[in-house]
Structure formats: C-alpha cells, structure tokens
C-alpha cells in the first residue's frame, strides 16, 4: 500500500510541475464548451440581403418593410437593375436577393396573383435552403396579412433561383473545407509533432551546432510535409471534379496559389507551436486547440459566422481557414478572379508573412 502512495504522489507531482500541460487540460473542455455552445445553431439571423424593387408601389413597399422588420434579414443593397445581383454575390456583400417584379400591386389587386422571385447564394447550401425557407416564411405570413382585407386572392408565386449550385449538390459545400482541413492536418500538426519530436528527443540540438543554417533544417524538416498536403489538395480536387461533377469555374493557377499561401501559412503555425511546445503530446493539442478546432467551428466550413456572439465573430477574422474557405469558394464556384478574391487572399498572405516572420525568428533564438 505505501508503494501505491508513494506512485500516487509522484505521479501527481509530475502532473503538477508540467504547468503548460496542465493548462492545456483544464482548457480545453472549457474551450469547448463554450465554442460548441455559443457557435452550434441553426438558427441564421441578419443575413445581408439585397432588394430589387421593380415596382415601387405601396404594397411593394410594405413587403420590405415586413422582410427588414425581423431580425433574419437586413437589406445592404437596393439595386436597380438584374444585372447588379450576380456581381453583388462575387463581392460577397449579401447571400439572397429578394425580386419584386414590375406591377406588383396592380397584379395582387386585379389579377389577385402575383410573381415574387428569389435568388440565393447556393455555394453554402445548408444555410441557403435555412435562408429561402426563412423569406418564403416571412412572405406567406404578409400574404396572410392581406388576405384578411382582401380574401379570395392567390398565394404568392415564389421562384427560387439557386445561383452557382442549380442541382443544390451539398459536396459544393464541403469539398473547400475539407482542403482546409487536410491542409491543417498534415502542415500543421505534422509539422508541429516532427519538430517537438526532435527536440524532445534532443536531436534537434545537435543538429542545430551543424554548420546548417537553422533555418534551412526546419525548411528541410517541413517540406516534405508541405508535398504531401499539396498533393492531397490536388487529389480532393481532382476527385471534386471528376467524381462529383463539382466544377473549378474560376482559375485554375490562382486557386492552387491560394492553396499553396494557406499551406505556407499552416506551416508557420505548426512550427510556432513546435518552438513553444515541450512535448509532443503538448505540440497535438497546441495545433488541435489553435487550428483544428477552429477550422470546423470559427471558418464557417459548417456552422454560420453571422450567427455567432459578436466576440466570435471577430475571433473568427484571425482564423486563417475562414479567409482560405471563401477564396477557394469564390474561384471554384463563382469563378471569381483575383480582384474579387483579393481582400481573403492578402489577409493570408499577411497572416503567412506574420507566422513565418515570429516563427523563424524563434527558431534563430532557439
């Protein structure tokens, strides 16, 4: 029994003297907690929207009225013409444009029949088919408000147009994300692991009194690592196009070049935890807890960014996924070209110059 005791407090010791270890432990499932919880619902509100009102009739304008009174919806755009929506989706200002055709009123009243058209961002599927089920919703509620003045009148014909994913495939949603992912997986925490493991075992300090520049060994320890995320990129698109007919609109040059920024720039993160990282074991849950768990939760690959408490929604501006997801979304599905996608794509790059700046510097220092 005093041999149990005394494994038992040794054991405890040690636990208590790895501060950084047991930080992580008793931070993660806090962690959790609140990013599942605060980040996990279906509900969707204050998406941006824009409106085409061809009409400009009252009752035209009581429709708005009803749509930007709830907290779903609010109008960014008003547009003037069909041929401002498809460059106000490239631009990403809204997700769904409400189209009230000319001479609305006259058609509810005389021909107690009238057309309202939708168009919708299809490229994120879940949350499109939330947001058309929301405004065809709100819409049904004014017809009913009507017809308590005015009975005998028809239902609303409501069109929707799925913009850039017309057979509404859900693959469209998913395959940017799991890029990043992969990416994440094998940049990231392999990289992380394989220099902590070095250092860990003390190799590292041998290798550094090398006549090697420190730098070049960590370039020489990561890029292979790098080769295989970018083939594994290549190989999910690949299967993306042949497989689930999923198309690449835009260019294909640029879309590898975001790839390869992100890349670069998980890269520099797995190293920054490798500098920081005692252990191995400290290294996975440092990559898991600052670039795994908020790929799925803050990047907005599953759950909806504008649903999310305000706090998250600026945490998620520093989360290199989110700009990754929508570049690789607007060049594949939209077909945007670099001006579109400059904004996601210099906020990368700055964040890659950023990490491989701290990250190399620490390297020297160590």
Known sequence: ??????????????????????????????????????????????????????????????????????????????????????????????R?????????????????????????????????LTLTSYMQTIINDFQLEQNRLFPHIQPFDITVKMEYNPEMKSVFMFIPGNIAMVMVIVTALMTSITLSREKESGSMRMLMITPIRPVYIVLGKIIPYMLISFCSAIVILLMAYFVFQMPVVGNIFLLLLICLTFMCTASAFGILISTVAPTQQVAMIG?????????????????????????????????????FIIAVKDVMIKGCGFFEVWRPFCILLGMNVLLIGVSLRRVGKR
Do not use: C
Request: glycine share 4%; aromatic share 10%; proline share 5%.
């Open 287 to 323: 990559t898991m807890m600052g670039l795994f768990l908020p790929t799925m939760l803050l990047s907005g690959f599953i759950f909806p960014i504008e649903n999310m408490p305000w706090i998250l929604q600026i945490l998620s501006n520093i989360v290199p996924p989110k700009w």
């Open 96 to 128: 769904l444009a409400l189209i009230i055709p000319e001479g609305f009123e006259e058609s509810f009243y005389r021909e107690r029949h009238a057309v309202i058209q939708l168009v919708a961002d299809a490229a994120d599927l879940n949350n499109t």
């Open 1 to 94: 029994m005093e041999g149990f005791k005394a494994v038992l407090i040794k054991e405890f010791r040690h636990i208590f003297r790895d501060v950084r270890t047991l930080v992580m432990v008793f931070a993660i499932p806090i962690v959790m907690v609140i990013l599942f919880g605060y980040a996990i619902s279906n509900e969707i509100k204050n998406t941006k929207i824009a409106i085409l009102d061809k009409s400009h009739d009252p009752l035209s304008e009581k429709l708005i009225k009803k749509v930007i009174s709830t907290n779903y919806f609010q109008n960014i755009n008003t547009l003037s013409n069909d041929k401002e929506i498809e460059p106000t989706f490239k631009e990403g200002k809204i």
